[in-house]
C-alpha cells in the first residue's frame, strides 16, 4: 500500500470515528436519562455553539485565546531555539545550564501560574508567559538534537569552501536539522493550548478558559462542552499547519 493511499485511509478512519461517537454520544444521554447539566445531548451542545456564535461571545473570546497561543508560541519557541542552539553548540554551556533547565520542568507550570498571575496581572502578558514557559523545554531539547545530528563531514565540506558562520548556519545547520526542529514545533503548539487554558482558568476575564469556569459556574454544561471542543479545535489547527509547513520546506 503507497503512502497516500494510507495517509486517505487513516483520514477516512477518522472521519468515520467521529461519525459514529456522535450517535453514541446521543444514544448514552437517552439511555442514561442523565440531566443536561450533567450530560448534555449533541443537540444541546450544537444548540449552545449557534447561541454563543451569533451573540459573539464564542468568536470574541477564541480570538483572544488564539491571540494568546500564538504569541506564547512565538516567543517560547524563539528563545528555545536561540538557547538550545548555544547549547547545542558549547558542551560547557549545556553543563552549567541543564541541571537548572532539567529543574525547572519538575515544577508544574500550573503550580507558578498563580504567581505569574500575580506579579504580571490577569491581562495578556502574563497568558503568553505561560505559554513560552510550556512550550520552551520541549523545542529547547528538539533543537539541541537536531543540531547535534548534523553530519561532521558536512562541516568539513563547508570548511573546505571557507563557508562563513552565518553560511554555515542558514545553508547546513537550519536545514538539515529543520525535520527535528518541526518535530519539537509539533508538540509546542499542542502544548501553547494548555499553557494558555492554565493562565485563563487562573485568572482572566476573556477567553476560552474563562467560558469554561462561566459555564461551570453556572452549570451550563453546555457551554463548557463548547469552550472545550473550541479549544481541541485550536489544537488540531496549529497542528496541522506545523504539518502544512513540514510538507512545503521538506521534500519525502
Known amino acids: 500500500m503507497n503512502p497516500k493511499t494510507l495517509r486517505s485511509l487513516s483520514r477516512g478512519l477518522s472521519l468515520a470515528s467521529l461519525l459514529l461517537a456522535i450517535p453514541l454520544w446521543a444514544l448514552i444521554v437517552r439511555l442514561s436519562g442523565l440531566p443536561k447539566f450533567i450530560l448534555p445531548s449533541p443537540a444541546d451542545v450544537w444548540t449552545r455553539f449557534l447561541v454563543a456564535l451569533q451573540d459573539g461571545s464564542l468568536l470574541r473570546h477564541t480570538a483572544f485565546t488564539l491571540t494568546e497561543i500564538l504569541l506564547g508560541l512565538f516567543v517560547g519557541v524563539c528563545f528555545s531555539t536561540v538557547v538550545g542552539y548555544a547549547l547545542a553548540k558549547s558542551r560547557a554551556l549545556e553543563t552549567v545550564f541543564a541541571p537548572y533547565l532539567i529543574a525547572s520542568q519538575a515544577i508544574p507550570v500550573v503550580a507558578i501560574a498563580p504567581l505569574l498571575v500575580i506579579w504580571l496581572g490577569n491581562g495578556i502578558l502574563s497568558k503568553v508567559i505561560i505559554c513560552s514557559l510550556i512550550v520552551f523545554f520541549p523545542v529547547l531539547v528538539n533543537t539541541i538534537i537536531g543540531v547535534r545530528a548534523v553530519s561532521q563531514s558536512l562541516y568539513d ?10 553560511q554555515i548556519l542558514f545553508k547546513l545547520e537550519l536545514p538539515a536539522s529543520l525535520p527535528v526542529l518541526l518535530g519539537g514545533l509539533r508538540i509546542g503548539a499542542t502544548l501553547s493550548v ?43 489547527s496549529l497542528y496541522g499547519a506545523v504539518a502544512l509547513l513540514e510538507k512545503i520546506f521538506i521534500k519525502t
Not at 565540506?157 to 563557508?163: F, G, Q, T, V
Open 194 to 236: 494548555i499553557g494558555a487554558i492554565i493562565g485563563e482558568l487562573v485568572g482572566a476575564q476573556r477567553g476560552l478558559g474563562f467560558l469554561l469556569q462561566l459555564g461551570n459556574f453556572q452549570y451550563d454544561t453546555s457551554m463548557v462542552f463548547v469552550a472545550v471542543f473550541m479549544l481541541i479545535a485550536l489544537a488540531l
Open 157 to 166: 565540506l563547508m570548511n573546505s569552501l571557507r563557508a562563513s558562520r552565518w
